[in-house]
T-cell receptor, first 113, second 114 residues
């Protein structure tokens, strides 16, 4: 199976600051790493993902970096805005052929205006 | 496509009653997941179906929980009998290729057992 650890559990920043959330995984065979955003009372939705053949991917103010050697990947949000406030989840697939996505415990990001 | 559709959105039931949650995955997706979300335990995988076949049900808490997927467009999660500790938000999600592509979540069912 896969063990995914996510840190920090809560993150409070001022509007305009950057936010970084990190996840570590245990299965070296994992090759797909998504990040989901869940606003209060809503469903988790994909915001960015990365595959193991690249080290970084950017989409406007968000980016994900992957270090396969160290088995960790991080979400970076620059120029944070109040609407970025949400819970963010990382996920990594388990091995053994089933590739079931295992989610981290989530990071509650609060952006203060 | 309307996305993953779950029903009901909210369910309040008395302890001991049977509860059935329903899910319609996105057409063409071959993987379907049931997750339970609580503050204490986060997003827990309950069961995973691939091509309508249950592949991993190790997350199902106990025999009171059961899930079925009779065809590619419908799945149910049943709790019988329900208990207050089952109160949570239950999400159904589907993906085109598990673990390699995005999982699309339904709106969730908020279950309250009193």
């Amino acid at each position: 199976g896969e063990n995914v650890e996510q840190h920090p559990s809560t993150l409070s920043v001022q509007e305009g600051d950057s936010a970084v959330i990190k996840c570590t995984y245990s299965d070296s065979a994992s090759n797909y790493f998504p990040w989901y955003k869940q606003e209060l009372g809503k469903r988790p939705q994909l915001i960015i993902d990365i595959r193991s053949n690249v080290g970084e991917k950017k989409d406007q103010r968000i980016a994900v970096t992957l270090n396969k050697t160290a088995k960790h990947f991080s979400l970076h949000i620059t120029e944070t805005q109040p609407e970025d406030s949400a819970v963010y989840f990382c996920a990594a697939p388990s091995s053994g052929g089933s590739y079931i996505p295992t989610f981290g415990r989530g990071t509650s990001l609060i952006v203060h205006p | 496509d309307a996305g993953v559709i779950q029903s009901p959105r909210h369910e309040v039931t008395e302890m001991g009653q049977e509860v059935t949650l329903r899910c319609k995955p996105i057409s063409g997706h071959n993987s379907l997941f049931w997750y339970r979300q609580t503050m204490m335990r986060g997003l827990e995988l309950l069961i995973y179906f691939n091509n309508n076949v249950p592949i991993d049900d190790s997350g199902m808490p106990e025999d009171r929980f059961s899930a079925k997927m009779p065809n590619a467009s419908f799945s149910t999660l049943k709790i019988q009998p329900s208990e207050p500790r089952d109160s949570a938000v239950y999400f159904c999600a589907s993906s085109l290729q598990t673990g390699r592509t995005e999982a699309f979540f339904g709106q969730g069912t908020r279950l309250t057992v009193v």
